[in-house]
């Protein structure tokens, strides 16, 4: 699935390349957050240098659209990571990012 949702959002993503971790139960995916907004992320489990790692795909299978996952990552200016909740929102091939991954929804804090 080729995905490119830069027209259905409220709020511009900014190009980032941030280390994170995407977390599910017992199930942890590393890699990296592609683009942000205060909405949302693009999540890409390939590698840093890789420009289409066909693992990635694999590294995210666990998740599904509509899971609730802790994705954790650090800012280089902040001291401490960010832990927050997110909705997954699609799974697969971002043209904007030119990587596969997955579209996240920032939870709300209560």
């Given at each position: 699935?080729?995905?490119?949702?830069?027209d259905k959002r409220?709020?511009?993503?900014?190009?980032?390349?941030?280390?994170?971790?995407?977390?599910?139960?017992?199930?942890?995916?590393?890699?990296?957050?592609?683009?942000?907004?205060?909405?949302?992320?693009?999540?890409?489990?390939?590698?840093?240098?890789?420009?289409?790692?066909?693992?990635?795909?694999?590294?995210?299978?666990?998740?599904?659209?509509?899971?609730?996952?802790?994705?954790?990552?650090?800012?280089e200016w902040q001291?401490?990571?960010?832990?927050?909740?997110?909705t997954v929102k699609?799974?697969?091939?971002?043209?904007?990012?030119?990587?596969?991954?997955?579209?996240?929804?920032?939870?709300?804090?209560?």
């Open positions: 699935m080729s995905t490119s949702n830069s409220l709020e511009a993503r900014v190009p980032i390349r941030w280390r994170a971790a995407c977390k599910l139960g017992g199930m942890n995916a590393m890699g990296l957050l592609r683009d942000i907004s205060g909405s949302g992320a693009f999540f890409s489990a390939a590698a840093p240098d890789a420009e289409h790692d066909p693992t990635a795909e694999h590294a995210i299978k666990f998740l599904q659209q509509g899971d609730t996952v802790v994705l954790t990552f650090k800012p001291e401490n990571p960010v832990i927050m909740l997110a699609w799974i697969g091939y971002s043209r904007d990012n030119e990587a596969d991954g997955a579209g996240l929804a920032f939870e709300a804090e209560n």
